[in-house]
């Protein structure tokens, strides 16, 4: 993974989309089942929306019901970071791209083998690389 990216609420409202910026800034959720990549089968590796880093490859996208995209697995535990998200009545993990910081959205211990885990993530706070 390349160096972190910092950069003012400013720089970023010029490079991402509202909507973009309420969930990868601000912490905000997109409605569920609404997301471009929530029934989305292409093959191919999925990035950060603000900063292009690899996050998740299709390969471990699974369909959880949840109404947003899911994966049992990041690409590298180092594209990805882990916060305590306290928001809620109840404690959840928070999934942040580790580059920019860029809230994707949340894991939680109820996803499928082989990791048992469900990192259930925005489509707004993603984009994707289709393999050939």
Known sequence: MSDKILKTDDEWKRILTEEQFRVLREKGT??????KYYRFHKHGVFLCAACGNELFSSETKFESGTGWPSFW?????DNVETAPDRSLDRERTEVLCARCGGHLGH??????????????????????????
């Open 30 to 35: 997109e409605t569920p089942n609404s997301g």
């Open 107 to 132: 894991v939680f211990a109820d996803g499928p083998e082989p990791t048992g885990m469900r990192y259930c993530i925005n489509s707004v706070s993603l984009g994707f690389r289709e393999e050939e």
């Open 73 to 77: 697995a990041a690409v590298s535990s």
